[in-house]
């Protein structure tokens, strides 16, 4: 597979309006978009600050590390309890940080208790978010009304997406399947300029996974499909490839959009009617930012049953 650097025929890629895919009024270009590209843009979206979620990401990421690691999940601070949501990072050989994150998802507080879930996975499920105070750091008040307002958003277009997608499929059960959608994620992400041992270090030769590009550029994300459902802001951040028809071209950054993908899970849900995207990072050589969000179904949804109501996953 080749990297084209010419003509670059995901320049065409839709961007379809907001307005019109809440009203209903996109449901075909969705699909058809699925169909060409395995992605599209959401653009003109009211009350998204892309700027502002930049401003407050790189402000938190720029702090000493040790205040950072106060809000780390339990697997990069011991001293902490919190699982899922929070601070994480994972460093090089020097003990740099080199990808950093912070997980944000739907629950301010945890209103079970573990003897009431079926299991301990659970009951991380329902893990409420962890937030800076207001005067942990130099404008730190911003952090949680920014990245709140951020969050519910993605959770509203998202809901709406899975909604057209199952009208335009005739699949009214895959709407079910997202009901409570507990383990849904926005992911503030910091990727900092690597060399291909960090590489070599996070990826190890028995992983499978590629860190190199044909034309040998380092990857700072290998290539790889998503699970479910996929909203993306890079920030006017080069770097995102995507496979088509064969070959790698870059994904023209749209500032002021959310890229929409759906993933292998989906795929299989929807009897291969919704491909899913390949896609990698390419390592710019510079810090790069991005949020993904992931939908993710309802813990105890059934995904065993497709559109068509076979196969059994």
Request: hydrophobic share 35%; charged share 25%.
């Amino acid at each position: 597979m080749v990297v084209e650097s010419q003509f670059n025929p995901l320049v065409d890629t839709p961007k379809l309006d907001y307005t019109k895919v809440m009203n209903g009024g996109a449901r075909e270009e969705i699909l058809q978009a699925m169909r060409d590209y395995s992605f599209f843009y959401i653009v003109n979206i009211p009350n998204f600050d892309p700027q502002a979620e930049l401003d407050v990401m790189k402000n938190f990421f720029s702090q000493n590390q040790e205040l950072k690691e106060k809000y780390a999940s339990v697997k990069n601070n011991t001293n902490n309890s919190n699982v899922l949501r929070g601070y994480g990072f994972t460093k090089n050989d020097e003990g740099q940080p080199i990808e950093e994150v912070y997980n944000i998802g739907q629950y301010e507080r945890r209103d079970i208790e573990i003897g009431d879930v079926s299991c301990r996975a659970e009951f991380v499920s329902r893990e409420p978010n962890v937030w800076p105070a207001e005067n942990d750091f130099p404008d730190s008040r911003n952090f949680q009304p920014v990245l709140s307002n951020g969050f519910q958003l993605r959770m509203k277009l998202a809901r709406k997406l899975v909604e057209e997608m199952a009208a335009g499929l005739e699949y009214s059960e895959f709407v079910d399947k997202f009901k409570e959608a507990e383990f849904s994620s926005f992911y503030l992400k910091k990727y900092t300029e690597r060399e291909a041992k960090d590489n070599i270090s996070i990826y190890k030769d028995d992983s499978g996974y590629s860190m190199m590009s044909e034309d040998g550029r380092d990857l700072s994300i290998p290539s790889h499909i998503d699970t479910t459902i996929t909203l993306l802001a890079t920030y006017s951040n080069g770097g995102l490839q995507a496979l088509y028809k064969d070959n790698w071209y870059d994904v023209p950054s749209v500032m002021g959009s959310l890229l929409m993908m759906s993933g292998g899970l989906i795929e299989e849900l929807c009897d291969k009617k919704m491909p899913p995207l390949r896609h990698r990072v390419i390592d710019i050589k510079t810090d790069r930012y991005s949020t993904p969000f992931f939908f993710n179904p309802s813990f105890h949804a059934n995904i065993s049953k497709t559109l068509s109501g076979t196969g059994d996953r």
